[in-house]
C-alpha cells in the first residue's frame, strides 16, 4: 500500500492523481485532516484515513506495517515541528517500510529561516531509523505565476532579491512526478535528492516573458530588504511570515535556490517543465 499525507493539497492532489495512472486503486490510501475533501478519491477507490498532524492519537491509525509513506510537509509554518515530528513517531509505530518525506533545497545548507522545520524533521526522520528519502524541493514556478495578478493590481512583482539572483524552480507537477516516481521504485531507500528546474531564471527574465505574454508590462518591484519587510507588514501578513518571505529572498540572493543537480529530471525522466509554460498558465488566470 502506499500512503499520502496531505492528499487534499495541490502538491497532494497532484501525486494521487499520477498514482491512480501507475497503480491499482485498491493500493492507494491519503490521509487527510477533513475527509470531506478527499471524497473524490474515495469514489476513484482510493481508502480515505482520517488523521491531523496536530492530533497525535488520531495518527495511531493512520498508516500499517509495511507500506510506503509519503509525507507532504504541512502548510502551517511554525507549528511543523511538532506536526512532522508526530507524523514520522505514528510511522514508526506502525512499521512502515518507507517514508519520503517532503524537504527543501538543500536539506542541511538552507540556512534560512523558512528551512528550519525541514530541517529538524529530516533529522528527526534519519534518526528514527525508518528506510526514509528526503525530496528536497526547490520552489514552485507557481509560487510566482499563480501571484501574476496580484503582482499586476499591486504596481509589480514584489522581491528583494538581489539584481541577477537567480531561482532554478520547476513545476507542481514535476515535484509530484518526482514523488510519484520514489513511491512506485525500487532502491530509494535513505536517497536525499536536491529537486530543481534543469534552468534558473533572473527575476528580469521572469517578469519579461510574463509581459511578453501578457501583451503589456508587468513590472519587476525590487526593493531593500526593509523596504520589503515594510511593504508586507503594511499588507497585514502576519509578524511570524515577513521575516520567513524577506529571508528567502536573501536566500535567492545568495544562490541557494538555484541549485542544480540535476535530480528532478533524472527521477522523473524527462526535462523539467519550462517556466514560460507556467507563466502561460498564470497568465490564463489573470
Ligand atoms: N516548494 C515550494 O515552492 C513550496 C511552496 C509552498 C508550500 N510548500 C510546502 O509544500 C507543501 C505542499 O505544497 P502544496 O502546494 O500542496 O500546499 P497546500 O495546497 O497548502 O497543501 C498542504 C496540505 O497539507 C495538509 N495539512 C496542513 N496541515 C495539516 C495538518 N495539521 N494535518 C493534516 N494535514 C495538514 C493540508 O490539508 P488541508 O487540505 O486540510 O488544508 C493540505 O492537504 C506545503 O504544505 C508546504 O510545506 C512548498
Same mark, same amino acid.
Given at each position: 500500500m502506499i500512503v499520502v499525507t496531505g492528499a487534499t493539497g495541490k502538491l497532494g492532489t497532484l501525486v494521487v492523481e499520477g498514482l491512480i495512472n501507475q497503480v491499482p486503486v485498491e493500493e492507494i490510501a491519503v490521509v487527510a485532516r477533513d475527509a470531506a475533501k478527499a471524497r473524490r478519491f474515495g469514489e476513484l477507490g482510493v481508502e480515505v484515513r482520517q488523521a491531523d498532524y496536530s492530533d497525535p492519537a488520531s495518527l495511531a491509525d493512520a498508516f500499517r506495517e509495511g507500506e510506503k509513506v509519503l509525507?507532504? @510537509? /504541512? @502548510?502551517?509554518v511554525g507549528q511543523r515541528v511538532p506536526q512532522h515530528k508526530a507524523v514520522v513517531d505514528a510511522a514508526k509505530s506502525a512499521g512502515v517500510a518507507l517514508l519520503a518525506y517532503t524537504s527543501i533545497l538543500g /536539506?542541511? *545548507? *538552507? $540556512?534560512?529561516e523558512l528551512a528550519r522545520e525541514h530541517q529538524i524533521t529530516e533529522r528527526y526522520l534519519i534518526d528514527s531509523g525508518i528506510p526514509y528519502v528526503l525530496l528536497r524541493n526547490g520552489w514552485y514556478h507557481e509560487v510566482y505565476t499563480e501571484a501574476i495578478g496580484q503582482a499586476l493590481a499591486t504596481g509589480g512583482l514584489l522581491t528583494s532579491a538581489a539584481e541577477g539572483a537567480e531561482v532554478a524552480s520547476a513545476s507542481r507537477a514535476d515535484f509530484a512526478a518526482a514523488a510519484v516516481a520514489v513511491l512506485t /521504485? $525500487? /532502491?530509494? *531507500?535513505?536517497a536525499e535528492y536536491e529537486l530543481s528546474g534543469d534552468r534558473a531564471w533572473t527575476f528580469e527574465e521572469f517578469t519579461a516573458e510574463a509581459s511578453r505574454q501578457l501583451g503589456k508590462e508587468l513590472p519587476l518591484n525590487r526593493v531593500t530588504p526593509e523596504v520589503h519587510r515594510g511593504i508586507l507588514e503594511g499588507a497585514g501578513l502576519p509578524g511570524t511570515l515577513v521575516p520567513i518571505l524577506v529571508g528567502a529572498d536573501d536566500a535567492i540572493s545568495r544562490g541557494l535556490?538555484? +541549485?542544480? +543537480?540535476g535530480d528532478l529530471s533524472r527521477l522523473i525522466g524527462r526535462p523539467t517543465t519550462p517556466v514560460a509554460e507556467a507563466i502561460a498558465q498564470g497568465v490564463k488566470s489573470v
Open positions: 509525507l507532504i @510537509s /504541512g @502548510s502551517e /536539506g542541511p *545548507a *538552507a $540556512d534560512f /521504485g $525500487d /532502491g530509494h *531507500a535513505n535556490l538555484a +541549485t542544480r +543537480t
